[in-house]
Every structure is written in C-alpha cells, then in structure tokens.
C-alpha cells in the first residue's frame, strides 16, 4: 500500500510525503456501554488507513482517496466544510485540532485503506485517528495527548458526521497494540492492556455483507433510550444502575426503554466476567458470554438482523464456543471464538448454509490483533 500512495502523491502533487497509519478494530465485548459509562474490551486489528502527507505552503488541504479515485479540497475555515462525507472525517479532525488550541497547516494528502467499510470494523475511526495522529506529530511535536487524539475522533463523529458515538473505536484505534486487548472503564478512562494469545483458538470475523450504516441509523435513538432511563432511576448513566433498580422503576419506563438498559446493565458485568475468565484460561465461559451478548443484542437491544441472527445460528450448531454480532450492529459482522479443530468445519458450513440462503457467502477475516496508530518509518 505504501508503495501505491507514494506513487499516486508523487504523480499528483510532484513531492514526497511523510507517513502515517491507524487501524480498525475488533470487540471481544462490552457492546454499546461506551457510551453508558461502561467497560468496552477492543484491540485494533491489521486492517487499516494509511496517507502519505506532506505540508503544501497555503491554508489549504488537498485530498486523494485513492480507493475511491475522489478529489476534494477545503480551507482551513469552518465556512469551508466539504459537502463530500468521506472529506468531512478528514476535516472534522483538523477543526477539532484547531478548537484545542493546537496547529493545523495547509497540507496535500493521498490515502488508502483495506479497512472494509460499513462492517463495523471502524473505518471511520482509524481515518480520524490516522490523521489526528499525523497533525500532532506534524504540526504540534506530539504536544497533544494521546486520549485527546482519540477525543478527536469522537468530537468529529459528533459534530461533522452525526454520529453521536462513544470513545471506544478511536480509543482502539489511537492506544492499540499488537497482540493486546484493552479493557478500558468509559468513565473513569482508565485502561489495562492484556495480552491475547487464545492458544487452540482462533478469533475470526464474519462479514454478513449487510450495509452497516451508522449516519442516520437508529443508534443515536439507542443511546436516547439509554439516557431516558437513567434520568428516571436519578442515576448518571446506566453505569450506576443495576436490575433491581431497574426493575423497580418498571412502571415509570416504557417496555422499548426498559429493554435497552436490561441488556446495557447485564452486559456491563459481561466485560468484567470475560476479562477475569481470559486470566483464567477460561474460554468456555468468554463463549458463553458473547453468545449472551449477542441474545441481548438482537432481542433486547434490537440491533441485529436476520443474516447476523443466521450467521450466530450456524456458529452455535457447529459448536463454535463463542459468537456475536461485533460493533454498532443493523449489519456488518460476527465475531467468532472458535476451536482449532472445529475452524474449517466451521467456515465452510458457514459460506455454504448463508449463501444458500442469501444468495453470497459471508467474508472471512481471520483476526490478527496489531498496532494502532502510528508513523510509518522508512
Ligand atoms: C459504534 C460506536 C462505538 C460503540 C459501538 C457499540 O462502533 O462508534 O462508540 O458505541 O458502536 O459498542
């Protein structure tokens, strides 16, 4: 990749760049409880978004997608928001440097990623952490710290995307590193790394292939659920609460909402269970709580579908030990703990029985767990 984009910023803007990377993510669990002040337990993966970059002399950024073969160019001024949704993550991160206090100058850039997009693998935060990563360390001699680059990313999402997120893909995707997870406590922003080696296991996604859009789709309504309810209970956020609370203010919250926060407050204590179990060498119990998850997820949260619900099905009939639906949801992909000896198996009843039924088999992408972001030295 390195390779292509030098070539492609050379032919383009007849210079040579500096480069800089960031990766997707994966999450063994701890499911849309970033933003409920929970635990989340990601890793950033090998999949990911690197540009070439180089200071051009103007107030104004140039930008190739590579992927997408699209031009587009802006000014450094809030009037000059690019209309493109695909440029507005790059210039998010500039105006969130800016609004710091921090410096961005005129820049040209050519970028390319094998981060597959609507997966739910964070496409969208391992750009905004690529480029938060490459301001600071361009313009600002690393002066930023590395949680605000991550609260970068999310004060984007928010304010140029309309995606009001929580911190956990930006996290991963600024702090991950390779061969960890990291268990990191949303309110207290504190975070541990553990190693992940799963020795006789492999971890590996599967890609339903339904469009996981984010932008416009009902999470903001999930997490408006979530906040409903804890005003009710009186509490800060469902972090605070637990099911007897929940259950005793049964009356003063609608059937929808007290769904919501009955799976967020067990999965709450799911994270905690994992992590203990992974010390453990436990994985039966790991397993069993991400099929748990994935219950909650699709029955109580409501934001699975049925190809993600088949895809769940089979890993279950193949005695896959662990499998859920990874990430925001309404789409995207499972993640699968499964046995050594049970993998082929595993993967070609899964290709065999979805495409059956949907018409195309679902992509594989075994998961290696690596570095976030990063500059790319020669
Ligand atoms: C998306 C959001 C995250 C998180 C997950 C669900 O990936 O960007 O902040 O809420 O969904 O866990």
């Not at 507005?88 to 961005?104: M, S, T």
């Not at 994985?283 to 949260?301: A, I, P, Q």
């Not at 065999?352 to 195309?360: I, L, S, T």
């Amino acid at each position: 990749m390195k390779e292509r984009i030098s070539k492609l910023f050379n032919e383009r803007f007849g210079t040579k760049g500096q480069f800089y990377a960031s990766a997707g993510r994966i999450n063994l669990i701890g499911e849309h409880t970033d933003y409920n002040d929970g635990f989340v337990f990601p890793g950033a993966i090998d999949k990911y978004i690197m540009a070439c970059i180089n200071v051009n002399g103007t107030d104004r950024v140039r930008v190739y997608s590579a992927d997408m073969d699209a031009y587009c160019e802006f000014g450094l001024n809030e009037a000059d928001a690019p209309a493109e949704q695909w440029a507005r993550y790059i210039f998010g991160v500039c105006r969130e440097v800016i609004k710091r206090g921090f410096v961005v100058r005129g820049f040209d850039v050519v970028f390319a990623g094998n981060v597959p997009l609507g997966a739910g693998l964070s496409s969208s935060a391992a750009l905004e952490s690529c480029f938060a990563f490459a301001m600071n360390d361009m313009f600002n001699d690393n002066k930023i710290e590395k949680f605000e680059l991550a609260l970068i990313g999310q004060s984007t999402e928010h304010n140029y995307c309309g995606v009001n997120c929580g911190i956990m893909d930006q996290f991963a995707s600024v702090f991950g590193k390779k061969d960890c997870l990291m268990r990191l406590d949303c309110r207290s922003l504190e975070y541990e790394y553990f190693p992940f080696k799963a020795d006789g296991y492999k971890l590996v996604l599967l890609d339903s292939k339904v469009k996981h859009e984010l932008v416009d789709s009902p999470y903001n309504k999930r997490r408006q659920s979530c906040e409903r309810v804890a005003a009710t209970l009186g509490v800060k956020s469902l972090r605070d609460a637990d099911m007897a609370m929940l259950e005793a203010a049964k009356d003063r919250i609608s059937e929808e909402d007290f769904m919501r926060a009955r799976y967020v407050i067990g999965e709450k204590q799911r994270v905690l269970d994992v992590c203990d179990a992974l010390q453990r060498d436990d994985f039966e119990t790991v397993g069993r709580c991400m099929y748990e998850t994935h219950n909650g997820l699709s029955k109580d949260y409501e934001v699975s579908c049925v190809e993600l619900d088949y895809l769940n099905d089979i890993a279950r009939e193949c005695g896959v030990t662990g499998s859920r639906i990874m990430g925001g949801g309404f789409g995207g992909c499972t993640i699968n703990l499964v046995k050594d000896e049970l993998y082929d198996n595993f993967i070609a009843t899964a290709k065999a029985k979805f495409n059956e039924r949907y018409g195309h088999e679902p992509v594989v992408y075994p998961v290696v767990i690596s570095d976030g972001a990063h500059k790319c030295e020669d």
